[in-house]
């Protein structure tokens, strides 16, 4: 579901691992790690490109994210993979 707050748009992203105790991990494509879930990843986020990957260190799939999507693992995995973004960390 799309929300508004002041005209700013969010939209819900689910994404379901094929077991429940896969690990799911989802950056943004500046390579800011935004969360991680275990099974099933639920959050509402800003529109944007991310990207997933199931198991740290694994092979990391893009994700466009310009409507609400609920996507399995089988699904993202069937379409391209992508490079990993540098991990960022903030500044101290």
Request: aromatic share 6%; glycine share 6%; hydrophobic share 35%.
């Amino acid at each position: 579901m799309t929300t508004s707050d002041s005209e700013v748009k969010y939209h819900d992203l689910v994404i379901e691992a094929s077991s429940a105790n896969t690990d799911i991990w989802l950056a943004d494509s500046n390579g800011h790690l935004v969360q991680k879930a275990v099974g099933t990843l639920r959050t509402v986020l800003l529109p944007g490109d991310y990207v997933v990957e199931f198991k740290l260190g694994s092979t990391t799939y893009p994700v466009k994210l310009d409507k609400s999507r609920q996507l399995t693992e089988h699904e993202i995995k069937s379409g391209p993979s992508c490079l990993r973004p540098a991990v960022k960390l903030l500044d101290e």
